[in-house]
């Protein structure tokens, strides 16, 4: 449960986000998936050590259910847009900014785009069959990631900002702060704990301070401190700098089902 360094997903891998009483559905799952990049040179099986029978490092990419059987949704190992930021694209000159809707929406049959935190959603015309542009975007995606490109090129910032001397701190209001902060959780924080049986909540953004609260076995885990501070809080620092303290008002003593036991050999 012990969380280091960002991102988060990249401890533990994407994990999938399924609704746990809804299966996926079977128009919306059943396309080919791409092949994986074919290898050459050397040996061919790289038994004399030239690494031809490797397949090249790809990074991590997951389809997860979607509740539309038209929208192919998908969720990579990092962030393709910037916690509580969303973007949506209807046509290629539309996304003169993202050269990943562009080339997605150069597919024959993708009508559209969107990009929140992790997650890309390709919305595909179903009059006709749905697969071949699906299989299609997911390559697309695939190695666009591979490639280390950006998904929607930064614009110049318009924030206020204060010079403290030490540090810069942009303007923000508070509903702005508390939708940085779910979508960390939702897209990075949760799905990380997740595999340990617990979940953080937010309760409130108060004068720069955000308090949070600790659920199922992070709830009185002898590590949750350590997962706090090493781990959320200083990733929640990269994404909201403003921030002034992370505060934690879970009551641990009732924690029924605790990953770790404090005290526990």
């Not at 993708?110 to 749905?130: E, H, M, N, Q, R």
């Not at 303007?171 to 979940?199: C, T, Y």
């Not at 937010?202 to 308090?211: A, G, N, R």
Request: contains cysteine; glycine residues 10%.
């Amino acid at each position: 449960m012990k969380l280091f360094k960002k991102p988060l997903s990249s401890l533990f891998g994407a994990q999938e986000v399924q609704a746990s009483n809804h299966a996926p559905h079977p128009s919306a799952m059943e396309y080919t998936r791409p092949p994986k990049p074919a290898t050459g040179g050397g040996c061919g099986s790289g038994s004399c050590g030239c690494g031809a029978g490797e397949a090249p490092p790809q990074e991590s990419l997951n389809q997860v259910w979607s509740e539309k059987p038209n929208v192919l949704r998908l969720q990579a190992g990092r962030q393709f847009v910037h916690p509580g930021d969303e973007r949506s694209y209807t046509s290629p000159s539309a996304a003169a900014e993202s050269p990943l809707a562009m080339a997605l929406l150069d597919i024959p049959g993708v009508d559209a785009v969107s990009f929140k935190g992790s997650f890309v959603s390709i919305t595909v015309d179903d009059s006709g069959d749905t697969r071949p542009p699906m299989a299609q975007a997911h390559l697309v995606v695939q190695k666009f990631l591979n490639a280390g490109g950006e998904a929607v090129r930064a614009a110049p910032s318009t924030a206020r900002k204060y010079n403290f001397g030490f540090r810069q701190v942009s303007s923000r209001p508070k509903e702005e702060q508390m939708r940085i902060v779910e979508d960390l959780f939702e897209n990075e924080v949760n799905p990380a704990v997740a595999a340990h049986g617990g979940f953080f909540r937010l309760l409130d953004v108060k004068d720069d301070t955000v308090y949070v609260q600790l659920g199922g076995g992070c709830q009185g885990c002898g590590m949750a401190n350590v997962t706090l501070r090493q781990g959320v809080e200083n990733r929640l620092r990269e994404v909201l700098p403003e921030m002034v303290a992370l505060v934690d008002v879970t009551d641990h003593a009732s924690g029924t089902n605790p990953y770790f036991q404090a005290g526990k050999k």
